[in-house]
């Protein structure tokens, strides 16, 4: 599967931006997807991630009340709504998707597909 991120830019703090990553090749809605980020002098770190179906999903801590993600199977595409945007959301995101893993959620570093990342700029 082929991935494509776009919807980054740059934003005041407390604005919002909604990323989007199409997704082109195998069945899309076989895969688990998930939004990745990635700040200067850190680590990438996982955001959210969906399942199959769209009917659940996870957040690290410290997006949890302020980003959602969402998927259309219909469309091939997944989105991150940011809102609440804070300066430390700054990075570079990047889409993954990965079809088979071990436990009930994947680890990050069981993502195989991964797209081009998308910068996010929040200024202070």
């Known amino acids: 599967v082929q991935l494509q991120a776009s919807g980054g830019g740059l934003v005041q703090a407390g604005g919002s931006l909604r990323l989007s990553c199409t997704a082109s090749?195998?069945?899309?809605?076989?895969?688990?997807m998930g939004w990745f980020r990635q700040a200067p002098g850190k680590e990438r770190e996982i955001v959210a991630a969906i399942n199959r179906s769209g009917a659940a999903t996870r957040y690290a801590d410290s997006v949890t009340g302020r980003f959602t993600m969402s998927r259309d199977n219909v469309k091939n595409t997944v989105y991150l709504q940011m809102n609440s945007l804070k300066p430390e959301d700054t990075g570079v995101y990047s889409c993954?998707?990965?079809?088979?893993?071990?436990?009930?959620?994947?680890?990050?570093?069981?993502?195989?597909?991964w797209g081009q990342g998308t910068q996010v700029t929040v200024s202070s």
């Open positions: 090749g195998r069945t899309f809605s076989s895969f688990v």
């Open positions: 993954a998707a990965v079809y088979w893993y071990r436990s009930s959620w994947p680890r990050g570093d069981e993502y195989a597909y």
